[in-house]
């Protein structure tokens, strides 16, 4: 087939129609052409080979975009040569496609870091008591971010330094020594230390995915660790963003870094007169029944002691800080209860001693007065 006589009859007949629009739709059509063979082929694959290979569905669907922008950008090449067009329209239309390509180059890389990310977190479903499934977590999903954020960074970087007027102005910005540059850095410090935060975190683990922390004086568990900040759900489901450079620079605590086993304090003021090895006794029981106890750690201590009450202090441990808060209070209702109803003079009261009126008040206040005639006088 003769493509130059081809052309020249089509030339011939649309002779009326100016040679950039028959350009622009030829772009056009080989781009609807191409969405269109996209579909057409994603569908076939699916009802093929769907039901066997669940993979290649996940596959298609996260890499559609990716892939549509590729046959676009085939068919654009395709028919660009062919296209009558000017410097004027070609010369623009060359340059976008080399961005698009660029563009396109990134996207990939992204879709590759992000599916083998979560290629490798299915291993590692259950982050609730799995403290490796928790590390590793951790480290893919910083990791994964500040992947994603370099290969945006290069990919704009390239995609800029294809145009001479902003190459030129790039390399004096970042060759200078002048204002301009200290700028730059002093805005860019910011994301920087973020990034080498994100690193640092990832690396050395001060924090991970669902640990339990309090930070300024909120508690709640931390929820994502983005490329430059983390976001801590609170126990209320508010939720707190903090720089991932706060966790290098101050002072935190982290309730599950090593085990998410945490022991929890009851207080409680009695009387005096308290049997405080029947109460132990009775803890011990009690903690036993209940199902958040973890079965290490119960006990009972005389902690302080002032003119009124002494202080007991229960120590009682569970799985997670969830449900060391639920026995705490569950163990303090029921001791509150046990000791009401099975142990009254164990509640703390206030004495005084009445003097009678009389001559003897003078003596009364004189000589000592011994325990035993003080508690006859305060039952009396």
């Known amino acids: 087939m003769d493509w130059q006589a081809l052309m020249a009859d089509i030339d011939g007949m649309l002779g009326w129609i100016p040679s950039w629009f028959i350009g622009l739709g030829l772009v056009a059509g080989a781009i609807l052409v191409a969405l269109f063979v996209y579909r057409v082929a994603a569908r076939l694959l699916n009802?093929?080979?769907?039901?066997?290979?669940p993979l290649l569905?996940?596959?298609?669907?996260?890499?559609?975009?990716?892939?549509?922008m590729a046959l676009c950008l085939a068919a654009v090449a395709l028919v660009l040569p062919f296209a009558?067009?000017?410097?004027?329209?070609?010369?623009?239309?060359?340059?976008?496609?080399?961005?698009a390509f660029i563009a396109l180059v990134?996207?990939?890389?992204?879709?590759?870091?992000?599916?083998?990310?979560?290629?490798?977190?299915?291993?590692?479903?259950?982050?609730?008591?799995?403290?490796?499934a928790r590390k590793?977590?951790?480290?893919?999903?910083?990791?994964?971010?500040?992947?994603?954020?370099?290969?945006?960074?290069?990919?704009?970087?390239?995609?800029?330094?294809?145009?001479?007027?902003?190459?030129?102005?790039?390399?004096?910005?970042?060759?200078?020594?002048?204002?301009?540059?200290i700028i730059v850095g002093l805005a860019a410090r910011p994301l920087l230390s973020n990034l080498i935060a994100?690193?640092?975190?990832?690396?050395?683990?001060?924090?991970?995915?669902?640990?339990?922390?309090?930070?300024?004086?909120?508690?709640?568990?931390?929820?994502?660790?983005?490329?430059t900040y983390v976001v801590i759900r609170l126990w209320d489901w508010r939720r707190m963003v903090v720089p991932l450079s706060y966790f290098i620079e101050k002072p935190f605590q982290n309730w599950t870094r090593d085990t998410a086993s945490l022991i929890g304090v009851i207080a409680l003021h009695v009387d005096y007169r308290a049997d405080v090895p029947r109460i132990r006794s009775w803890l011990e029981q009690?903690?036993?029944?209940?199902?958040?106890?973890?079965?290490?750690?119960?006990?009972?201590?005389?902690i302080d002691a002032d003119s009124h009450t002494i202080e007991l202090r229960a120590l009682v441990s569970a799985r997670n800080a969830p449900q060391s808060w639920d026995l705490r209070c569950e163990?303090?209702?029921?001791?509150?209860?046990?000791?009401?109803d099975e142990m009254p003079e164990a509640l703390p009261r206030t004495r005084a001693i009445l003097i009678p009126s009389g001559d003897d008040d003078t003596d009364l206040l004189r000589r000592p007065v011994s325990p035993q005639e003080m508690q006859a006088r305060v039952h009396s």
């Open 47 to 53: 009802r093929a080979f769907g039901t066997r290979l």
């Open 57 to 68: 569905s996940v596959f298609i669907e996260r890499t559609a975009g990716p892939a549509q």
């Open 84 to 99: 009558p067009l000017d410097d004027m329209i070609r010369t623009p239309l060359t340059r976008l496609f080399v961005v």
């Open 106 to 132: 990134g996207w990939i890389s992204i879709r590759i870091v992000d599916m083998s990310a979560a290629r490798y977190l299915q291993n590692f479903r259950d982050v609730t008591e799995n403290f490796i």
């Open 136 to 181: 590793h977590v951790t480290q893919v999903r910083v990791f994964k971010r500040v992947t994603d954020t370099i290969i945006v960074v290069i990919t704009v970087s390239t995609a800029l330094m294809t145009f001479d007027s902003v190459r030129q102005y790039g390399v004096s910005l970042f060759a200078s020594a002048g204002a301009a540059g």
């Open 198 to 227: 994100g690193l640092q975190i990832a690396i050395t683990q001060p924090i991970r995915i669902e640990d339990a922390v309090i930070i300024e004086n909120e508690w709640g568990w931390v929820e994502d660790i983005a490329s």
């Open 286 to 302: 009690a903690v036993k029944q209940s199902k958040l106890w973890d079965g290490k750690v119960v006990n009972l201590q005389v």
């Open 331 to 340: 163990i303090r209702e029921e001791l509150v209860a046990f000791i009401r």
